[in-house]
């Protein structure tokens, strides 16, 4: 199993959540009781020291439609845009009607489990890993996923439906995905997390590069440690670089 380990150093005040979609039901894991949301289930699984998974029946708002646990036109209503302009997110129906074009979804019925467990908990390779970081931790993650590819930053998402961004189009566009919360309505309207945080959402491809990443990389490059000694070294590298320019080859382009 993929040793993501690493993710403990961070010490995250909301532990980073593991995601597995499954197509049959998961075996030695208990179904959850009750129903939430699916941003709720993340914090459920924040708060569990044991896996558990979900159906569409435990699911009381849009996340079954996304992961494809139900397919288009079975929620009219909210397809139409109508709880959109009810809310008052959306000026008229019709805008919202417009997101649904937009959004990621599964093909219907190919998952129809999804399974939650705390990061060091899980029993199987996320195909989502969901972490909520501070910005000092998240600038770190984000620094890991462009470390050896300068890869660019993408923060994809929409006010309502923010399952959407945060478990199926990772899967599906396999982009590390960044929301902030407090910015989406679902969630800032049920007051699951307190505003401020990032939510990354790395999906299975993207983990084991990240991962070694991490390992690898200074969590602190040179230029953020202000002690004398780092900084006369990065004077010193910098003063080096600059003496690259004196290749005969150069010095005409320096002009």
């Known amino acids: ?13 909301f532990p980073a959540v593991a995601v597995k979609f499954h197509f049959t039901k998961p075996e030695n894991v208990k179904q959850y009781e009750g129903q939430l949301s699916f941003c709720e289930f993340l914090k459920a699984a924040q708060n569990s020291d044991e896996p558990f998974y979900v159906t569409k029946e435990n699911d009381n708002c849009m996340g079954k439609y996304v992961l494809g646990m139900v397919g288009r036109g079975e929620d009219l209503v909210s397809e139409s845009g109508q709880k959109g302009f009810a809310f008052h997110v959306f000026d008229e129906a019709r805008t919202g009607a417009k997101l649904y074009t937009q959004i990621h979804t599964i093909e219907k ?7 939650f467990a705390k990061l060091g908990t899980q029993t199987f390779n996320p195909d989502v890993l ?17 470390y050896k590819n300068c890869e660019l930053w993408e923060s994809v998402s929409s006010s309502v439906i ?12 396999g982009k590390v995905n960044l929301l902030t919360t407090g910015m989406h309505h679902g969630m800032k309207r049920r007051k699951t997390f307190p505003a401020g ?7 299975y491809n993207k983990l084991p590069e990240i991962a070694q990443n991490l390992a690898e990389m200074p969590w602190k490059p040179i230029g953020y440690l202000e002690d004398e000694e780092h ?8 003063q080096d670089i600059e003496k690259l320019m004196e290749d005969p080859a150069l010095k005409d382009m320096k002009k």
Not at 1 to 13: A, G, H, Q, R, V
Not at 162 to 173: H, K, R, T
């Open 231 to 238: 900084q006369t070294q990065l004077k010193k590298d910098l």
């Open 109 to 115: 019925g190919l998952v129809n489990y999804v399974e």
């Open 162 to 173: 923010g399952c959407a961004w945060i478990y199926s189009y990772p899967y599906l566009s």
């Open 130 to 146: 969901i972490v909520m970081a501070n910005i000092e931790q998240a600038e770190i993650i984000m620094r890991a996923k462009s």
């Open 1 to 13: 199993m993929l040793d993501l380990s690493i993710f403990d150093k961070f010490d995250f005040e």
């Open 197 to 203: 945080y990032s939510i990354i959402s790395i999906p």
